[in-house]
């Protein structure tokens, strides 16, 4: 791979980082509330290594996105960012053991294919 191919790889891996990174954050800052539900005070509540991990992660997904912006066109980044939406749904099923209906995962499966279609369109 030649330097200019690898090059030309880092707006789509900036923007896929993004929204890996992002959908991470946000099941961070939901567990990071859930195992605080008992601590006393509005601050020690949402005062845990978890919300941290997730400003952490905002801080890095809006890096990435700036990188991804600054080589891609707007109409074909910001709608990518509907993955993030598949993302946080399945992590949340799985990780989160949050139950997801049938309608629920229908509405993800089309985001997801609109997002497929979204990126067929680029190429």
């Known amino acids: 791979m030649t330097t200019s191919s690898k090059a030309a ?13 992002g959908a991470g954050a946000q099941v961070s800052l939901k ?6 539900k ?6 020690s509540r949402y005062l845990s290594p978890w919300v941290g991990l997730w400003a952490a992660g ?18 074909y980044a910001y709608p990518m960012l509907g993955l993030s939406y598949v993302l946080v749904t399945g992590m949340a099923a799985f990780i989160l053991k ?8 229908v509405a993800v499966l089309m985001i997801g294919a609109g997002a497929a279609c979204i990126a067929r369109s680029g190429l």
């Open 9 to 21: 790889l880092i707006p789509w891996l900036s923007l896929v980082g993004s929204i890996v990174i």
């Open 31 to 36: 567990y990071g509330t859930n195992s605080r």
């Open 38 to 43: 008992n601590a006393t005070g509005t601050l």
């Open 58 to 75: 905002f801080v890095a997904a809006t890096i990435l996105w700036l990188i991804a912006l600054a080589h891609l066109d707007l109409s």
């Open 98 to 105: 949050e139950p997801i209906s049938r309608l629920h995962w």
